[in-house]
Each structure stands twice: as C-alpha cells, then as structure tokens.
C-alpha cells in the first residue's frame, strides 16, 4: 500500500514525542489527571487499551506457543481427517494472527479435504480460501472459491450460513472499492440479498446471528433496539472474548448512529481491547478509537491508535481496514503537524527564556565571585592588619617594659653624675668642675648602653632579623653574619629603626648619631645590593617578621 509513508509517519511520532518530553522538563506543569472513579466510561477503556497494548508482546508469545503446540499436533498426526481437523484449527488462528502463514494453511486445508474425499471438508476447504483472499481484498479469488464449492453439499451440511456470510463479505467489498457506479449498485443489491440470506440462515444461538441482524437494524434505523438484542446475548455468564470482542464492537457503532459518541468511543476501545487479547489483527475498532479520539482533540492518543492500526492491517493484509486508514490518516497527521509547530514554538520561547535565565545567573555568578575575590582581599588586607597589629602590640609590650627599665637606670646614672658633679664642687676648684663637663665619657657610656639595649629589645622582636634582611640582598654584600649574638652594627640599626617604621634618615642619623647624607648612602648601598630589585628592597623589609 503506497497511500502514505508510514517510515515519515514514525519519524514525526518520536520528533513530536521529544518536543512534548522537553516541554513538560521545561514548564513543569501539574499533573492534574483525576481518580479512576470519576473518570468517563470511554477514559476507562482508553486506559484498559493502554495497559494491553502494554501486554501485547506477552500476549503474542502466550498465542506462539499454543500455535507451536497445534503444529506439533498436526507434524504428528497420521490420519488425514485427523491432519484436516488440526489444520482447520490452525487456519482459524493464522486468519486472526498472521495471514502469510494462513495462506499456507488454507491451501494445506483444500489438499486434505480432497484427501479426505469429504465434500463437506471440500466445501469448507474452499470457503477458507475465500475469506483468506478476502480479507487481502482479492474479492474476484475469493468469488471464484465460492462458486468452486457445492451448494447442495454446503446447504446438506447445514454450512449454508458460512456459504452465505462470505458472499456477502465479498459483495461488501466489491461494493466498496468499485467506482462504477452501476457495479456499486449491482453489488449492494447483491451484498444486501446475502446478508438477509445470512440472518434467515445463521443459528440464533451464535454470535453472527446478533452480529448480522445488527446491522441489517442500524442500516433500518433501529440502532436502540439492535444494542438491546446485543445485549440480551451479552447478559449469558459463558460469552468468550472473541463473542465481546465482534459484539462490543457492534454496539459501539449503534451509539455512534445515535450520536452517543462517548458511548460509541468507550465501546470500540472496549472492542479493540478484547481483540488483542485474542489476539487478532483485525484492527479496525482501533481505527474507529483512532478517529473519535481525533474528535475529543486527543491527538497523541490518535496518533498511535492509528500507527499500531496500520501495523496491524499490513501484517494481517487487510484492504479494507488500510483504506480506512487512509481516509482518516490526513486529518491526523495534519492536526500532529500543526501541534508540532505550535510546541516548537513554545519550547523555542521556552528555550530563550531558560538561556536569558542561564545568562542572568551567570551574570549574577560573576558578579558574586568579583565581590568574592573583593572581600577574600579585604580579609586578607584585614588579616595581614590585624597581624601588624598585633606585631605592634608585641612591640610595643617589649619596648615599653624595655624602656621603662632604661628610662629608670637613665635616670639614677644621671643622678649618680650629679652626684660626682657636687661633690667635685665641693672639693675641688672651678677648672675640675668645667674639665668635667667637656668629658664625653658619661655621654658615650650612656650612648653605647642605650644602643646594647636598643639590640636586645629587637632582636627579641625579630630573633631572625639579620638572617631575614641578608636574604635580601647578593651574597657577597651581606652584613652583620660575624657579629656577637644579640648585637647589631649602625648599618643594621638603620634598617632596624625603617622596620619599626622609623623611616626619616634625619631622625635615624640623630638617633645613630650619624649624618643624615651618611644614613642615605647606606640606603642606598644596601637597595642597591638587593637580590629583588630596588623598589622592592624596604618593601620586602617590612614584610620581615
């Protein structure tokens, strides 16, 4: 069948799948599905078909088997008759299930029946044939079958209803399919005649007594009464599903007649259920669930309906359901090209809106880590702070107790120089006195005893000054290695005096008592001889700790 792509078809189900799938992560929308309760009878049934189309590949392995098992039967046989029978049963199941392999059967069948020497089995043998042929649409094959058999045969054996059911399936579809209006009409004729000759002919016990009666009363206008009489054989506790499957699918179309579309939908779903329990590939209440779903807008639902329909008539080979298939086909796939359009433009909105939140979150991102990196600098600037801080405290606590201790024995030399200086003036004359006072002795003293505690009071703050301060500078202009421990030179009390942040060369010099020009060369020298360049020299010294 070339009358659409089904390869285009699939395509646009798993593209039109992945648009809804990303919509649904995108938007998260509510789930707002209701309690089975409340539910429509046609909701019901659309989610009981749904649960077995779930179960198809078990239900199809469970019909393998008991095909495998007729099979062995029939390998095994030695009888003809028995042969016959065992292939008349597996002819009833591949004309559901699988119809290449029911061809093979069907002509298996018609050898035995000559076999056999039975016109019964011949007459049955050709009336299969027929309907093999018929369901692939091969209406004059199927015709030529029917009138090989003997009706006299067919009606002593009391198959007449067989006989004229196919007649009428066959003029059925001639009827169909023909666009000569004066064979459509021939037909119909033809196609009504067999199908009274059916009802008058069919057991009234039997399913195809309801079945052909109901739609002789819905082509009468008596969808009510038909669904009633349906429903009298239904009342029976023994009803098996292939009897519910053909029935429900009858009473569907007689709420369709009416206008009762839920009714109608509920019951074709109901019909397409039970047909694949079976199971059956007769699909064309999956067609008619198809279409009314189409009606209630639900197009996915439709969609794969109408895919699986068309699964199942091309393996089954069933003309008259593809053609079905192809008068609603159009509708659905235009109405799933619409909705795709419709989604991507919703997911493309949707799509620019998530990357303007992504871009504004990562602009928030950058900020943040700008303001981040800000304030891990104020820490550290804060910590390196409290660090000096507290080095200054320290500082101060060594110095000021330090200090103190100076400024006290400061104080009593002082007092003993007075001392010496009163009694010099009691004992002696005026030119001891004035000789006394020219002495640089007591200054020097002092001097040298201020600067001894000026050492012991930092190097007790920077124990590894001195070694901290030489690795600053080249090796071969280092200073102070050779010096007594716990003792600096006036070279090294310069640079002691900038690191306890004393950095005017004129209070160094009148600390050293030195020339301000004599402090400023051996700053100089030493920037000058330092291993990271001269900008660097005192900011590295200060960074000694």
């Not at 998260?28 to 989610?47: K, M, T, Y």
């Not at 008349?88 to 059967?105: H, I, M």
């Not at 038909?226 to 429900?248: C, G, N």
Request: hydrophobic share 40%.
């Amino acid at each position: 069948m070339n009358f659409f792509n089904f390869a285009n078809i699939k395509a646009l189900e798993m593209k039109t799948h992945f648009t809804l799938l990303l919509l649904g992560a995108l938007c998260f929308l509510p789930n707002c599905s209701h309690v089975a309760d409340n539910q429509a009878g046609w909701q019901r049934e659309i989610a009981e078909l749904d649960k077995t189309i779930a179960r198809s590949d078990e239900i199809a392995f469970q019909e393998e088997s008991r095909l495998i098992e007729l099979r062995d039967k029939l390998s095994s046989a030695s009888d003809s008759e028995e042969k016959f029978l065992l292939c008349d049963a597996l002819l009833d199941e591949y004309l559901k299930y699988n119809l290449d392999s029911a061809f093979a059967y069907a002509h298996l069948k018609d050898t035995l029946a000559a076999l056999c020497g039975n016109q019964a089995y011949i007459n049955d043998a050709k009336l299969s044939l027929a309907r093999r042929y018929l369901i692939s649409g091969l209406y004059r094959e199927a015709l030529q079958e029917v009138q090989m058999a003997d009706t006299l045969a067919a009606f002593a054996s009391g198959s007449s209803a067989d006989y004229y059911q196919t007649l009428h399936s066959i003029y059925h579809g001639l009827a169909l399919t023909t666009k000569d209006k004066v064979l459509k009409d021939s037909y119909h004729a033809m196609e009504h005649k067999y199908q009274v000759l059916t009802r008058d002919s069919v057991r009234n016990d039997t399913k195809d007594y309801y079945t052909v009666n109901a739609g002789i009363m819905i082509e009468n206008g008596m969808p009510e009464e038909a669904r009633t009489m349906i429903e009298s054989y239904l009342a029976a506790d023994d009803v098996s599903v292939d009897d519910l499957a053909s029935l429900h699918y009858w009473i569907a179309k007689t709420y369709e007649a009416q206008g009762l579309i839920d009714k109608a939908l509920e019951y074709f779903a109901s019909s397409a259920r039970y047909h694949m329990l079976i199971p059956v590939k007769s699909p064309r209440a999956l067609v008619n669930t198809a279409r009314l779903m189409m009606g209630k807008r639900q197009v996915a639902k439709a969609y794969s309906y109408i895919t699986l329909a068309y699964e199942e008539a091309t393996e089954s080979d069933e003309n008259l359901c593809l053609s079905e298939i192809a008068a609603i086909l159009p509708e659905i796939t235009n109405e799933y090209n619409s909705i795709e359009k419709k989604n991507l433009s919703v997911l493309q909105g949707s799509v620019i809106i998530l990357l303007l939140v992504v871009a504004v979150a990562v602009l928030i991102l950058l900020i943040l880590r700008k303001y981040h990196r800000k304030i891990r600098t104020m820490n550290a600037s804060l910590e390196d702070s409290v660090y000096r801080l507290k080095e200054a405290n320290a500082i101060k606590d060594i110095c000021l107790g330090r200090y103190l201790s100076q400024f006290s024995s400061q104080i009593s030399s002082l007092e003993r120089y007075r001392s010496s200086l009163r009694v010099t003036a009691k004992s002696r004359d005026i030119n001891d006195i004035l000789q006394a006072l020219k002495s640089d002795d007591f200054i020097d003293n002092e001097r040298a005893l201020l600067y001894e505690e000026f050492d012991k009071t930092f190097l007790s703050a920077f124990p590894d000054f001195v070694n901290q301060l030489n690795s600053l500078l080249r090796e071969d202009e280092r200073i102070g290695q050779h010096l007594k421990e716990g003792r600096l030179n006036n070279e090294l009390r310069i640079f002691a005096l900038i690191r306890l942040g004393v950095s005017e060369s004129s209070k160094i010099a009148s600390f050293l008592k030195k020339s301000p020009s004599t402090v400023y060369n051996y700053r100089v020298k030493l920037r000058n001889a330092a291993v990271c360049g001269n900008d660097e020299f005192e900011k590295r010294l200060m960074e000694i700790n």
